[in-house]
């Protein structure tokens, strides 16, 4: 894993998580928690066309894959900042895509009639 700052340096973790959840016990016990480690993969990719920024964003969850695009258009009365368009574009399609995962999980704790 790698941790990307908005700055685009980069770091690796401080610990890794496979040891940080190992670390925990259960409440009450002394015994370890039973941890699952899963890796979901999230693709980004960023269009840039004259006052619009366009993102399409794929997270794939342990194969249950959400796509989500969304877009941000400048204000002709500012000034141009390509770096605030990708920010507003990337942030729409994270918030859309949180909204379908809480969708999903309504689904799959409830059933469909719940949504």
């Not at 940080?20 to 269009?47: C, D, F, I, M, Y």
Request: avoid cysteine; aromatic fraction near 2%.
């Amino acid at each position: 894993m790698l941790i990307v700052r908005a700055d685009g340096t980069t770091a690796a973790p401080s610990r890794p998580l496979a040891a940080a959840a190992g670390e925990e016990e259960e409440e009450g016990g002394t015994e370890p928690a039973v941890r699952t480690t899963k890796n979901w993969q999230l693709s980004l990719h960023l269009v840039e066309e004259r006052d619009t920024t366009r993102v399409h964003a794929v997270l794939d969850a342990d194969g249950e894959v959400l796509h989500s695009d969304a877009y941000a258009r400048r204000n002709p009365l500012d000034g141009p900042a390509p770096a605030v368009g990708d920010e507003f574009a990337v942030g729409r399609a994270l918030i859309d895509l949180g909204h379908q995962l809480l969708r999903a999980g309504t689904r799959h704790a409830t059933g469909p009639a719940e949504e």
